[in-house]
């Protein structure tokens, strides 16, 4: 495995909140989550959870930069079989169409109920564009695009990426057939 280096390190009292985060939003909704449910589900007080978090929305946007973590690893480890930065883009879109919505913590990323408050800063938090720079710069190892090239390609793929995990279109693709879309639609647009 390949691990990008985390910006947050988390104790194993931080570790239970943040899984115990997870846990009550999948049971029930995130509308109905609580920090309540969150500390009794981790087995602390509420106010150990604000000794570590402000909010309830932090502790879930903790949790998910987590699992985000995680899943750029297992991304890295995948892409890093392919020979060029052309078949590395095509297998990290793929991969991530694949496996996020196997992913039990990402997953809450690809449901349409969860508020964008969550998701909308994704490309320019601090931390998530960090995991997004760490699968990239594996893309184009031994690359000569620009970092500019790089960012507009990193942007284009995950804005596709969520459009295609979220949004129903109007024809449903085999993995076959979503290979030979993004072939023909973002290869070119990415240049590769």
């Given amino acids: ?18 899984d115990a985060t997870i846990n009550c939003v999948k049971l029930w909704g995130l509308e109905k989550t609580s920090l309540n449910d969150i500390a009794k589900q981790a087995g602390v007080t ?23 973590y995680a899943f750029g690893e297992r991304v890295i480890d995948h892409i890093r079989r392919f020979a060029s930065a052309r078949e590395r883009l095509l297998e990290a879109v793929l991969f991530a169409i694949e496996q996020l919505p196997l992913e039990p913590y990402l997953t809450l990323v690809t449901r349409s109920d969860i508020p964008s408050q ?5 490309l320019i938090d601090s931390e998530g564009l960090h995991i997004c720079l760490a699968i990239f710069d594996a ?3 031994d690359s000569d695009h620009s970092d500019q090239d790089k960012l507009d390609i990193m942007e284009l793929s995950i804005r596709l990426t969520l459009s295609l995990l979220v949004l129903r279109g109007p024809t449903t693709r085999s993995t076959k057939e979503l290979r030979g879309f993004l072939e023909r639609r973002l290869l070119p647009a990415a240049g590769l």
């Fill in 118 to 122: 969550f998701y909308e800063d994704a």
């Fill in 139 to 141: 893309v184009f190892e």
């Fill in 1 to 18: 495995m390949n691990p990008i280096s985390r910006q947050s390190i988390y104790n194993d009292t931080q570790q239970r909140i943040l």
């Fill in 46 to 68: 509420r106010p150990t959870v604000y000794s570590y978090y402000p909010s309830r929305d932090a502790v879930i946007r903790a949790a998910l930069l987590q699992s985000g």
